[in-house]
């Protein structure tokens, strides 16, 4: 078991780390790292400029240590299939099959891709699965030039499941908003167990400067009712207020209070900032000014915690 990880966030704009040492009672934060990545370098997921990238990871991580990685792209398809009972074996060709005859447009031409499930429940007894699946050249964008750096993931995720490990006091009956640089993401989690997933058709570039118009936010806030609507209808309840009890928010998005604010109006929810550093020891000359951004460290400390308990 790893003694420490990095967790590592990566979008179009920047490259996010965190470095997490274990101890108790709490995980010691010791490294919070914000590298700029120059325009253009990723886009929609797929690394276009693997120089800049590898510039920015052998500036931010050594080698040789334990590492989480997260990718954001709109070509990640999550879904929950209900599968009858069968051996892994026979599953795993099953779930190859109903993604191959149910794949997104974008990948109707036969295009490679890469897949992983996690049981929700019932396992070789037959049950629901989370299904997560991406095309290989998006994912291998990301990995060669980290393998030329020497840095070599353990754990490779997807936004915005990281997310459920960043804030360790939350977990049940909670939805999370990831808003970044690229498109926002919704995940609901239900007694623990993952909901639903939505990535939202909005441009996040809504969020900078005198761009925030009421109508661009009127219209996050519709697409978001929606999804909230459907989680509703999905599990026959007669309020969406009856399954969650808060919506945290997390990405540069969280750190936008009046965004919050329309939030909490649109929704009815209890809506606020993730805060993945609310139970961590801080040590070492952390910069403050980072600190503060708090919401925007959400993946890069949910995936170093998930490289504590897993690498």
Not at 2 to 9: I, K, L, P, Q
Not at 121 to 129: F, P, V
Not at 226 to 241: G, K, M, N, P, V
Request: hydrophobic share 40%.
């Amino acid at each position: 078991m790893a003694r420490s990880a990095w967790g590592v966030d990566v979008n179009r704009e920047v490259l996010r780390a965190v470095r997490l040492r274990r101890a108790r009672p709490h995980p010691r934060l010791e490294k919070l790292l914000e590298i700029p990545l120059p325009g253009g370098a990723i886009q929609d997921g797929l690394v276009n400029d693997p120089d800049a990238l590898a510039k920015a990871v052998g500036q931010a991580l050594p080698k040789g240590e334990p590492v989480a990685l997260s990718i954001c792209s709109s070509q990640m398809d999550a879904r929950r299939l209900s599968l009858p009972p069968m051996g892994r074996n026979e599953l795993r060709e099953a779930i190859k099959w109903e993604i191959q005859t149910s794949l997104r447009p974008s990948w109707e031409h036969g295009e490679e891709f890469l897949f992983d499930f996690h049981p929700l429940s019932g396992g070789e007894e037959g049950g629901s699965y989370l299904v997560v699946c991406l095309p290989r050249a998006i994912l291998y964008s990301y990995l060669t030039p980290l393998h030329r750096m020497g840095i070599y993931p353990g754990i490779v995720d997807v936004v915005p499941f990281p997310i459920l490990f960043a804030d360790a006091h939350r977990r049940e009956e909670t939805g999370y908003l990831v808003i970044g640089p690229e498109l926002p993401h919704i995940l609901l989690n239900l007694d623990g167990s993952w909901g639903l997933v939505r990535t939202i058709p909005w441009g996040t570039w809504h969020l900078k400067g005198d761009a925030q118009s009421e109508e661009a936010l009127e219209e996050l806030g519709g697409y978001l009712r929606q999804t909230l609507e459907y989680f509703r209808s999905q599990q026959r309840a007669e309020s969406y207020t009856e399954l969650l009890r808060e919506l945290v928010v997390g990405g540069i998005g969280g750190t936008n209070p009046l965004l919050l604010e329309f939030l909490t109006r649109q929704t009815g929810l209890a809506v606020g900032p993730s805060d993945p550093f609310i139970d961590l020891v801080v040590g070492g000359r952390i910069d403050g000014t980072l600190l503060q951004a708090g919401p925007a460290f959400a993946l890069a400390v949910g995936l170093a915690r998930r490289g504590l308990a897993e690498l």
